[in-house]
């Protein structure tokens, strides 16, 4: 019997990462020969695994400050007719503070402690609903691991570029405050967090795409 989702994976085409590669040394097959055999295995099961996470009831979007989340997962929301969440709301609400407030006061481990039993609560709710994951959630390797098991995750990706001037059009210029560094800085947190990004289920480009874009084509995949 065909899988539904496979099959809906299959006219998607959506980007997946790839499988990993054996464990292990040896065998005698070149390294070429070992890449292409993981190539075909990667396309061959692709399908497969991203019909497996999309049998996941809520979907989270990563990605830093100024991909797009909380723009697009509102809109996504209301396409789908699910509700919508901002980690970093909820976070605030089981604190009963704000984010700047429990950074002051109780500084980054407790708010990665609050953003994973914060996690833990939205998986075991088990909702249909779209999260705006907090930016540096990879970061935090047990509610990261609880989010990719309870949810389709997708990383909105966008150039450096990007990043920095939605932030700016939303009016805050904290970001450039007194900091000549900080296009730089900005950069370098991108490229450090780009390979626990990748491991999402999907990757879209925010960049390369308008907001209506985004949202249809992200609706096709995750309805």
Not at 45 to 71: D, F
Not at 111 to 137: I, P
């Amino acid at each position: 019997m065909r899988n539904p989702l496979a099959a809906r994976a299959r006219r998607a085409g959506a980007p997946l990462r790839a499988l990993p590669g054996p464990s292990g040394a040896g065998g005698g097959e070149s390294v070429a020969h070992n890449a292409g055999t993981h190539r075909r295995r990667a396309r061959d099961h692709a399908p497969e695994l991203l019909a497996s996470a999309l049998r996941k009831k809520a979907i989270a979007l990563l990605g830093l400050r100024g991909a797009g989340k909380s723009t697009i997962g509102e809109a996504l929301a209301r396409k789908l007719k699910i509700p919508f969440v901002e980690l970093d709301q909820r976070i605030e609400e089981a604190a009963g503070l704000s984010l700047q407030e429990i950074f002051a006061l109780h500084g980054e481990d407790y708010y990665r402690r609050l953003e994973r039993d914060v996690v833990d609560a939205l998986a075991r709710d088990s909702k249909r609903l779209v999260c705006a994951a907090s930016g540096g959630v990879v970061t935090n390797r047990e509610a990261f691991d609880a989010l990719r098991r309870s949810a389709t995750t997708v990383w909105l990706r966008a150039l450096p570029e990007d990043h920095w001037n939605r932030v700016l059009s939303q009016g805050d210029h904290r970001p450039m405050a007194n900091d000549p560094l900080a296009m730089s800085r900005m950069r370098g947190l991108l490229a450090e967090r780009e390979p626990l990004y990748a491991r999402a289920d999907f990757q879209w480009d925010t960049s390369a795409h308008s907001l209506d874009e985004s949202v249809q084509e992200l609706a096709k995949i995750l309805r």
